[in-house]
């Protein structure tokens, strides 16, 4: 069964710093989702990682995949306070039209002047 | 575009009142989800659905049940609730698996139940 691992779970950053959150599976996993959720909201979807080597970015952003290391990134640069949230990572399991993500259990971004 | 929608939106139940929760998503999606989310735990899959007609056992199922009415909608039912079932539940959409596109889940707002 796939277990999904971040860290770390809380992340407090100064505006303008870099910084990455790490997101380990462990089973083969050909895919990787990121999701982003501000306090009492719903999920929103960031970024789909659909191969090896997959890089995506949106502003200050970026998220990439490893499949051999099991390891996917999400890199933060130059922090802001909006992207203060909390940031979940999903792998992806079964196939076809019978298929379901596994979430991490998130790390708390806070973003301080 | 109502996407996903949950209701009701907040729910307080005493031990051993029963309940559903509904879901509907209007986005022609073919399966559909039901996660809770605990304080420190993530998301946890309760059960989901790759079609109509079909149901599958995630994670957490045990105290739940699911209908999965037609292809538009989804709903979870407590049928003895207990204070461990405390918790916020979302609902989730997602086209069949979507090739290159990777169909990542489509959330509602979720329901915030407090069993006492």
């Known amino acids: 069964e796939l277990k999904v691992e971040q860290n770390p779970l809380f992340l407090s950053m100064q505006e303008g710093k870099n910084y990455t959150i790490y997101c380990n599976y462990s089973t083969t996993s050909d895919r990787l989702y990121w999701y982003r959720q501000d306090p009492g909201k719903s999920l929103e979807s960031l970024f789909v990682l659909l191969s090896n080597g997959a890089v995506k970015q949106e502003g200050r952003l970026m998220a990439s995949l490893d499949t051999k290391a099991r390891l996917s990134t999400l890199h933060i640069t130059a922090a802001v306070h909006d992207l203060s949230a909390t940031y979940f990572c999903a792998g992806y399991s079964g196939g076809g039209s019978n298929y379901k993500l596994t979430f991490g259990k998130g790390t708390l971004l806070t973003v301080n002047p | 575009n109502a996407g996903v929608t949950q209701t009701p939106k907040f729910q307080v139940l005493k031990t051993g009142q029963s309940m559903t929760l509904q879901c509907a998503q209007d986005?022609?999606?073919?399966?559909m989800y039901w996660y809770r989310q605990d304080p420190g735990m993530g998301l946890r899959l309760i059960y989901y659905?790759?079609?109509?007609?079909?149901?599958d056992k995630g994670e957490v199922p045990n105290g739940y049940n699911v209908s999965r009415l037609n292809k538009r909608e989804f709903s979870l039912r407590l049928e003895s609730a207990a204070p461990s079932q405390t918790s916020v539940y979302f609902c989730?959409?997602?086209?069949?698996?979507?090739?290159?596109?990777?169909?990542?889940?489509?959330f509602g707002n979720g329901t915030r139940l407090t069993v006492t």
């Open positions: 659905s790759a079609s109509e007609g079909t149901t």
């Open positions: 986005m022609n999606h073919n399966s």
């Open positions: 989730a959409s997602s086209e069949v698996e979507g090739g290159s596109v990777g169909s990542p889940l489509h």
